[in-house]
């Protein structure tokens, strides 16, 4: 059985809305579950193809992040910025 390791960073609840940039291109929306410095979980309203790097654009503002899909479980992410 694996050992639970705390995690290194605090995680925050967010439920804010967000695109996923592919190649420049906003065209998936998505809305954020929680967010750390050090990466995020998200649920997509559909359950397409999703490529292993992207950019999270926040709906409420700020740069775009830069994302590596860590694991998915059919429609919720984690995702690590990189």
Known sequence: MKEMVPRQVR?????????????????RTCVILD?????AKIVL???SA????FELDFAAGGP???CELIWRRGKVLGLKFV
């Open 35 to 39: 967010i750390s410095s050090e990466g």
């Open 45 to 47: 309203a559909d359950g």
């Open 11 to 27: 995680r925050s609840r967010y439920t804010k809305r967000a695109m996923l940039v592919e190649m420049g291109h906003a065209d």
């Open 64 to 66: 775009r992040r830069s």
């Open 50 to 53: 999703i490529p292993n790097r």
